[in-house]
């Protein structure tokens, strides 16, 4: 994708055509032999103009990979509560895919704690409201009690999603949404919003 001669992209044009770039020159030669110059030839645009938006190609990576992965939710959510949580994991275990554990790997050597801290912030969050949607839905149809869901229980799903991910679909091995939602995640949020019992 390139600029049309004289015309000056707005700055959303121009972060588009950069996240596009950088998603395309990963797919073509991974992580490894992304760089700030094939970003640019790619984008039509030029290696200043990322080195001011972007401190490293760790971060132009999350900036792209981030939105494209985490930017809608990986499945629809119609019920029951099951169903959806299955289709939620195994969504998004589809949308990273082998190659997203392999850029997330990459990544994530060549960051500071505080980006650690700030993605990890961006994905709970984000996870945390596609969850919600699905248990608010399963709570009006009676399938969860009305108890509201911590913050700490929210965590642990991600946490079981991001060991899912790296370690089991990252290793080669078949996922188990199914198994997870069974034995974990289902019981985890029929006991935490269990109306508390009158003595």
Not at 12 to 34: P, T
Not at 94 to 102: E, F, K, L
Not at 111 to 138: C, G, Y
Not at 165 to 184: N, Q, T, Y
């Amino acid at each position: 994708m390139t600029a049309q001669p004289g015309r000056r992209r707005r700055a959303d044009e121009l972060r588009d055509a950069i996240r596009g770039a950088v998603l395309a020159e990963l797919d073509e030669r991974g992580y490894q032999g992304l760089t700030f110059e094939g970003v640019a030839r790619r984008a039509g645009t030029s290696k200043p103009v990322l080195y001011r938006r972007y401190s490293s190609r760790a971060e132009m990576t999350i900036d792209a990979f981030l939105p494209s992965r985490m930017g809608r939710p990986p499945a629809t959510s119609n019920g029951p509560l099951r169903s959806d949580l299955i289709a939620l994991l195994d969504g998004l275990l589809a949308r990273v895919g082998p190659d997203g554990v392999r850029i997330f790997r990459g990544v994530i050597g060549e960051v500071e704690d505080a980006t650690v801290a700030r993605v990890a912030a961006q994905v709970l969050a984000q996870f945390a409201e596609w969850l919600t949607d699905i248990t608010d839905r399963a709570r009006a149809a009676g399938e969860l009690g009305p108890g509201t869901i911590p913050p700490r229980v929210n965590e642990a799903i991600v946490a079981l999603a991001r060991n899912e991910i790296l370690f089991v679909l990252g290793a080669g091995r078949p996922h188990d949404s199914e198994g997870l939602v069974d034995d974990v995640i289902l019981p985890l949020l029929r006991t935490t919003t269990r109306a508390p019992e009158i003595s």
